[in-house]
T-cell receptor
């Protein structure tokens, strides 16, 4: 099956710990994205990558880091510098050209204890 | 800041009724897309309308776009309980990003 997967579905972290969220796609898409969603709100862009070994900051990149070493993978690290990391995190992918329709993974819910 | 703003924030209707959601945006766009999100899940793309189109249909969905007013509407006809979800508009301007609105929470009561 073609698609985009995220793991784990639920993640718990103690304050002060870094944690890495996984995102993998087999859609052969060049572009990948990470969003944060808080309860009852829309999506805010954290980072995006249009090609391997390149990525750009989105609107709320502070306290997060990413890497893009492989086309299929775009992991997100939530660092201890992120002051309010409890949220629902969504990964998406698309072709890098218009219309940029995005395909989403099922999300990871991160809770800081 | 979010480009798209949906209206209303929440909508509750009975099965069989039509549901209309509106989206306004601020800058010129290449296209506008609507997505659906079931509670606790990822978003699913529903329909796309390009800036040179005025209306588009897909099954029970009808989308309109008025670029002079910078607004779009999504109409779901003959709604079903399974249509209960959050609906988001997303705009594509120049560049590589989609910009999402805050969403409309639709509840369809059986």
């Amino acid at each position: 099956d073609g698609g985009i997967t995220q793991s784990p579905k639920y993640l718990f972290r103690k304050e002060g710990q870094n944690v890495t969220l996984s995102c993998e796609q087999n859609l052969n898409h060049d572009a990948m994205y990470w969003y944060r969603q808080d309860p009852g709100q829309g999506l805010r862009l954290i980072y995006y990558s249009q090609i391997v070994n390149d990525f750009q900051k989105g609107d709320i990149a502070e306290g997060y880091s990413v890497s893009r070493e492989k086309k299929e993978s775009f992991p997100l690290t939530v660092t201890s510098a992120q002051k309010n990391p409890t949220a629902f995190y969504l990964c998406a992918s698309s072709i890098p050209l218009a219309p940029r329709t995005q395909y989403f993974g099922p999300g990871t819910r991160l809770t800081v204890l | 800041s979010q480009q798209g703003e949906e209206d209303p924030q929440a909508l509750s209707i009975q099965e069989g009724e039509n549901a209309t959601m509106n989206c306004s945006y601020k800058t010129s766009i290449n296209n506008l897309q609507w997505y659906r999100q079931n509670s606790g899940r990822g978003l699913v793309h529903l329909i796309l309308i390009r800036s040179n189109e005025r209306e588009k249909h897909s099954g029970r969905l009808r989308v309109t776009l008025d670029t002079s007013k910078k607004s779009s509407s999504l109409l779901i006809t003959a709604s079903r309980a399974a249509d209960t979800a959050s609906y988001f508009c997303a705009t594509v301007a120049s560049g590589s990003r989609l910009t999402f609105g805050e969403g409309t929470q639709l509840t369809v009561n059986p």
